[in-house]
Structures are given as structure tokens and as C-alpha cells.
């Protein structure tokens, strides 16, 4: 198994290698992680969402501040079910940076989103 993920198992089932479980309807497409993660910035930096884009800077452009990278973590287990491995979190520069990691790990196949 890779540091980087810590899967969920669902009842009975192993967990697939390097892949997550989502607690949402998985799985999730990059647009609904991209809006799941606008939601979460949003609330987290007191942003509004329609002005996050994936190329946004997550501490310049969208105001989140250190101890913000931790909520990310917690939502984005809470909310949408993605577990983001400690270690990972604040190599993220942009929102594109966890929309990958996501879909890296998620096996997320989807066409790639404009904003």
C-alpha cells in the first residue's frame, strides 16, 4: 500500500491499492471534486466560490492559512469522503494540485476541467 493514501474499507470489501473510498457516489468526477473543493475553500477562507479557479493559489489567491490546510483535510474526509494524507497537505500550491492528487488516487477518469 502507498503512504500517500489511507483507503476506507467498505463492508467486507479490501480496499483497492492506492485507490480511495469516497463517502460520497463514487466515483466522483473531476468537476464534482473541483466543486466539493470550491465549497470547502470557500467556507474555510470566507471566499466566494464562483472565484476559485483550479489554477488559484491556495494561500494567495484564496486566503486559506496554514492551520486552514488541516481544515481541508477534515472536510474533504467529512464532506466528500477523500482521505489526504498529513504529510501531502501543504505541498499543495494551487487548487489543481488537490484536484490531481484526488484524481490520481481516486482513479478519476474525466475529461480535463476549464476552470
Known sequence: MTDSVTPESNEGLPPS???????ASFPLTE???????????ARIAGADPEGIELDSLIIDD??????????I??????????KIEEKDLLTFKTVRDIVDYVTSRTGTLTQPTTR
Open 17 to 23: 491499492e492506492g485507490h480511495l473510498q469516497s463517502k
Open 73 to 82: 483535510l477534515i472536510e474533504a474526509d467529512e464532506t466528500l469522503g477523500i
Open 31 to 41: 468537476a464534482e471534486i473541483l466543486a466539493g473543493l470550491k465549497d470547502i475553500l
Open 62 to 71: 484564496v486566503g486559506v492559512d496554514s492551520l486552514g490546510f488541516y481544515e
